[in-house]
């Protein structure tokens, strides 16, 4: 039984998932820097052998991220928002676990409450607007029983977008999505929580209106204590298997 602790279960990705790794690892190579054009899609596709369809959702997934973005006329490019830099840094936490992974949520959960508290100090008109549209897109999906992986990630980078640390943000976008993909795989958001998630939300929202530091931060540190509670179990399991 020892020896079977030295495989691993192997992970069949898929077309979309492979594109994006590849482009990712070209960025943090750097053979794609900020302001980089990539290819044509027709020209892409020849050479990753896949079609249209995957190329786009690949690309439509990275320009959620922040990682690329596709100009009027000009293509899509390589965004130059810092994020390139710090990409690197960190593993693919899908392929994480126990100690690793856990700490990956426990960090999640430091960038998460600090933001939503400096969002509550210095959010603009603006700001409170852009987090309503997020939370109104979070509900409308959640109404219709569907996953709302990337109406949950949108409303907390527009929190941290109102913090107006452009660091916070970079550090949460590389360490987030990966996060909610993963819970969205092994349905961590099912038994209502994902109902109760859009009730602390709009809670969030209102400390923030109000500009209230002290109960913006006890509730989103409220909002993750399921995923911090839930990446604990895989430690724990991790001890024991």
Do not use: W
Not at 27 to 48: A, F, H, M, N, Y
Not at 216 to 237: F, P, W
């Amino acid at each position: 039984m020892e020896l079977l602790k030295n495989f691993s279960q192997i992970v069949i990705e898929s077309p979309v998932d492979q594109i994006i790794s590849q482009i990712k690892q070209l960025i943090t190579s750097g053979q794609l820097k900020p302001g980089d054009k990539l290819p044509s899609e027709r020209k892409l596709c020849d050479v990753l052998g896949v079609g249209r369809t995957h190329l786009r959702d690949a690309i439509k997934k990275l320009e959620f991220y922040g990682i690329l973005k596709t100009l009027p006329q000009s293509g899509t490019v390589v965004a130059g928002m810092g994020i390139t830099a710090l990409e690197g840094l960190i593993s693919d936490v899908l392929k994480l676990e126990g100690d690793d992974f856990s700490s990956l949520v426990e960090t999640r959960v430091i960038l998460e409450t600090n933001s939503a508290v400096l969002a509550a100090e210095r959010r603009t008109g603006n700001d409170i607007r852009e987090i309503e549209r997020a939370l109104f897109a979070h509900r409308a999906k959640i109404e219709q029983s569907d996953h709302a992986v990337e109406e949950d990630l949108m409303f907390h980078l527009k929190i941290a977008e109102a913090s107006k640390n452009s660091v916070l943000k970079s550090l949460m976008l590389i360490i987030t999505p990966d996060i909610l993909s993963y819970f969205k795989q092994h349905d961590v958001c099912g038994d209502g929580r994902s109902t109760r998630a859009v009730e602390q939300h709009e809670k969030i929202l209102e400390y923030i209106k109000s500009q209230d530091t002290v109960a913006v931060s006890k509730v989103m540190r409220e909002h993750l204590g399921d995923i911090l509670d839930y990446s604990k179990t895989i430690q724990v399991e991790q001890l024991y298997n």
